[in-house]
């Protein structure tokens, strides 16, 4: 049989591109598919979890901006398989962490080495909520992985593309942390910052459009907790986009908790911010890059500098802040730009000339910090809370001088708003090495000078994103469907539910190969009917007539129909093979599709592929499965 023409549209579009830092690989977990399997998940008798952490928040006997805590010491002591499924070609493994509603949970891997064509999903919210699939894309040389926030009880599932043993899983639950909402215990997050904060999209951030942009919230993952602080993008004389992001140090040692931070899971949160002045009425979508590292710590300023070391995608918007490190600059108007207790991104202004504190000063936690190390603010518009800590304080000219510490509490916060910052100029030649000082990561070029403006990220890049959808011949979606892309970049994306898949940030000018695949289920839509239809074509009373039927059809994979294919199909039916010899249980045109350095001249990328299930040719085969 002649091989198809390829059957597929092309659509470029110059609309503008939504570029995710992908860490989401798609596809439908098989708990979600199949009664049968989910009916087999032991519900009665999942992990349980100790809920003492509600007690804990609510004694409010850990620092305000922690947002989870920990709630498994020894999960591999609780263990128990709700199901575990294996046959001669792959395995299905589920577990349900029975943690409850009211609840937003983190889920901590370790040793996570996932190999090619393997997908890991975590499952909240009764089905509700999906994340994953999760791949080898997503492996670290650590072999650390985290995933959240995931709302009430969890089901972990994994789908591996080889038979496997339960003590042979290339990963293991490490930690679950939980904040509990139901108790009241934890106010963090969308929505809970004080009444009198300012949205950053209100007159009073008129100016700071470029340095908002550079503000992030940071979810500091370490072994006791979650903690929330906020951060900024950071420029250099290099101007070479080093994703350096400036913060405090205390967030690193919240106080009430021993902590060791973590910080090849940390989330760096970006736009998280209304789209005007108004509060929005629903939390908006944010764009989350994952992974750093320490660079430099300074506790007598407060200072904290890590690096983000996952890549940032053009949708994150990025501005690199701009700093003014002169011994002598008090600036005569200021403002901060922070994501209070965890909210969407608030600015607060002080519309006096900044005063140096001249005084030892004590904080909380034991730590007194030199006199002249900080500079105080009195904000004249809005306030802080726990979660702005680390927080740049702006010039009117959007230059960072400093990072906010924190002040005395009261309960007229939105009165009295009294903060003390880190001294950027005081932070600069801290210590006696780059591990304690800026100027070696802020300096690189050594040129000595004092001021620097922010910078925009590349917008020149030339990126292009690929969308594709995989229907039947009949327009119906078929999910699972791995689509694979070899070339200047390699990763693995599965449709899901609605057929589509989508690579994000890839170059116009590299090379690129994409292939489709999905080999399982091999007798889904196998009837007497389809035997009966091709012997009718083998015979000559009733051919054929689709093209896609006709290749369907040749699951020998020999380029015509004959009772070979009869025989195979038949053996799938009867449940004696649980794949074709020669062919996969699913196929697509195209099957391969290939793109050039120069072909693509766009910044989106459509494509629609063809699927059909091998022996069904009366098209009754559940796409789904």
């Not at 989508?502 to 170059?507: H, Q, R």
Request: overall charge negative; proline content about 5%; hydrophobic content about 35%.
């Amino acid at each position: 049989m002649p091989r198809l023409q390829q059957v597929f549209v092309l659509v470029l579009s110059c609309l503008s591109i939504t570029l995710l830092a992908q860490s989401e690989y798609g596809g439908v977990p098989t708990y979600l598919q199949e009664l049968d399997i989910k009916s087999s998940v032991d519900e009665s008798s999942p992990i349980a979890i100790d809920h003492d952490i509600a007690r804990r928040l609510k004694a409010n006997d850990v620092s305000e901006n922690i947002l989870a805590l920990p709630i498994l010491t020894d999960l591999s002591a609780k263990k128990k398989l709700n199901f575990f499924k294996s046959n001669e070609t792959s395995t299905v493994f589920h577990q349900k962490i029975g943690i409850g509603a009211g609840t937003e949970s983190y889920i901590r891997l370790a040793d996570y080495h996932l190999p090619k064509g393997a997908r890991l999903y975590i499952i909240g919210d009764d089905g509700a909520q999906i994340k994953g699939a999760y791949t080898r894309a997503n492996n670290k040389e650590t072999g650390n992985f985290m995933v959240g926030p995931v709302r009430g009880d969890i089901i972990v599932e994994y789908n591996s593309p080889t038979p496997i043993r339960p003590d042979q899983l290339p990963f293991k639950i490490d930690q679950i942390y939980t904040g509990v909402t139901d108790y009241g215990a934890m106010e963090t997050g969308y929505g809970t910052s004080f009444d009198c904060m300012i949205n950053v999209n209100c007159d009073e951030g008129r100016g700071f459009g470029e340095e908002k942009r550079g503000v992030v919230r940071i979810r500091i993952v370490g072994e006791e907790g979650i903690a929330l602080c906020t951060g900024s993008l950071m420029n250099n004389t290099a101007e070479d986009q080093t994703p350096y992001v400036l913060s405090a140090f205390h967030c690193i040692e919240p106080v009430g908790i021993d902590f060791t931070p973590l910080y090849d899971m940390w989330y760096f949160d970006f736009n998280y911010e209304g789209n005007s002045c108004a509060t929005p009425d629903t939390e908006p979508d944010f764009v989350t890059v994952q992974g750093a590292e320490k660079l430099a710590e300074w506790q007598n300023t407060d200072m904290l500098l890590v690096r983000i070391t996952a890549p940032i995608p053009i949708e994150a918007n990025a501005y690199f802040n701009g700093w003014d490190i002169r011994e002598d600059y008090l600036p005569a108007e200021s403002v901060m730009i922070h994501h209070p207790n965890g909210d969407i991104k608030k600015i607060s202004r002080d519309v006096d000339t900044l005063r140096l504190d001249v005084t030892d000063r004590a904080w909380d936690n034991g730590f007194v910090s030199p006199a002249l190390s900080h500079v105080r603010s009195e904000f004249d518009e809005a306030t802080y809370q726990p979660g702005s800590s680390g927080a740049p304080l702006f010039d009117d000219k959007g230059r960072v001088v400093g990072q906010l510490h924190g002040g005395p509490r009261s309960d007229e916060f939105c009165t009295i708003a009294i903060a003390y910052s880190g001294r950027l100029s005081e932070s600069w030649d801290a210590g006696d090495g780059p591990e304690s000082r800026l100027r070696d990561w802020l300096d690189p070029l050594d040129e000595g000078g004092k001021i620097l403006d922010g910078l925009e990220s590349d917008s020149q890049a030339q990126l292009v994103k690929f969308n594709g959808r995989v229907i039947t011949a009949d327009g119906i979606a078929i999910s699972n469907v791995a689509v694979s892309l070899k070339g200047d970049q390699d990763f693995e994306f599965y449709t899901g539910a609605d057929g589509r898949f989508v690579f994000d940030n890839l170059s116009t000018k590299g090379n690129f190969t994409f292939a489709l695949s999905k080999d399982e289920n091999v007798a889904n839509g196998l009837s007497s009917i389809d035997l009966v239809m091709i012997t009718n074509h083998i015979l000559g009373r009733a051919e054929l007539g689709n093209v896609f039927q006709r290749y369907a059809a040749d699951v020998s994979a020999d380029g015509r129909i004959s009772g070979l294919d009869l025989i195979q199909i038949t053996n799938a039916i009867l449940g004696r093979t649980e794949s074709y010899p020669n062919s996969p249980s699913w196929k697509f045109e195209p099957e391969v599709l290939q793109m050039s350095g120069g072909d693509i001249s766009s910044t989106s990328v459509e494509l629609v592929v063809i699927g059909f299930k091998m022996g069904d040719v009366n098209y009754s085969a559940n796409p789904r499965r």
